[in-house]
């Protein structure tokens, strides 16, 4: 069974510009889930979704943040504007309904300078 | 205010004796309990979980314990081996919040050969 997919791996952007983050679900799994990791911490839920629709994101930062789930498989997470805070690994996690496991992708490590 | 505390940032152990990881909670709505284990550059991986109606779960060499009254859980590595050299979050749920999970901050485990 293919795991989470993310791409891609690594990106380097400078302040104030845009980046997107895309995601690959294993197959079958409705819920898709963000989040941040900032160095040191553990991951931090930014978005869920729960096939095409938005359960929670109430911790997104909507000023910069976006986030969409069309045909409730594929996600993509973009930031417009970047600040240097934003620099962190994005994981990309999904779950098949019923039990509490996630399952997470490889993750995305943004710098922004 | 964190939820989910993991005190230790890191832990050595010597390869062959047992390694002991904790985490305290502080929510006594949590009803579900898990550890990720985290390779660099890879995403989480589940490791072992524990539902609130049982105090105890093994998977091989792998062990968590669940103090409910406490709020505390532990997972125990018996023999630990080089190759358990990550970083282990735990985790909690709550059915009442979408399933979602909440983690602490890692605990950093080096295994000595």
């Known amino acids: 069974e293919a795991g989470v997919a993310q791409s891609p791996r690594y990106k380097i952007i400078e302040k104030r510009q845009s980046v997107a983050f895309w995601c690959n679900p294993i197959?079958?799994?409705?819920?898709l889930y963000w989040y941040q990791q900032i160095l040191g911490q553990g991951p931090k839920l930014l978005i869920q979704?729960?096939?095409?629709?938005?359960?929670?994101d109430s911790q997104l930062p909507k000023d910069r943040f976006s986030a969409e789930r069309l045909k409730g498989v594929d996600s993509t997470l973009k930031i417009q504007p970047a600040k240097l805070e934003d620099s962190a690994v994005y994981l990309c996690?999904?779950?098949?309904?019923?039990?509490?496991?996630?399952?997470f992708g490889p993750g995305t490590r943004l710098t922004v300078t | 205010d964190q939820q989910v505390k993991q005190n230790s940032p890191s832990l050595s152990v010597q390869e062959g004796r047992i390694s002991i990881l904790n985490c305290d909670y502080t929510n006594s709505m949590f009803d579900y309990f898990l550890w990720y284990k985290k390779y660099p550059a890879e995403g989480p991986t589940f490791l072992i979980s524990?539902?609130?109606?049982?105090d105890k779960n093994e998977d091989g060499r792998f062990t968590v314990f669940l103090n409910k009254s406490a709020k505390h859980l532990s997972l125990h590595i018996v023999p630990s081996q080089p190759g358990d050299s990550a970083v282990y979050f735990c985790a909690v749920g709550s059915s009442g919040s979408a399933r979602q999970l909440t983690f602490g901050s890692g605990t950093q485990l080096t295994v000595l050969p």
């Open positions: 979704f729960q096939n095409n629709g938005v359960v929670d």
């Open positions: 996690a999904s779950r098949l309904g019923g039990p509490y496991e996630q399952y």
């Open positions: 197959s079958g799994h409705a819920t």
């Open positions: 524990i539902s609130s109606i049982k």
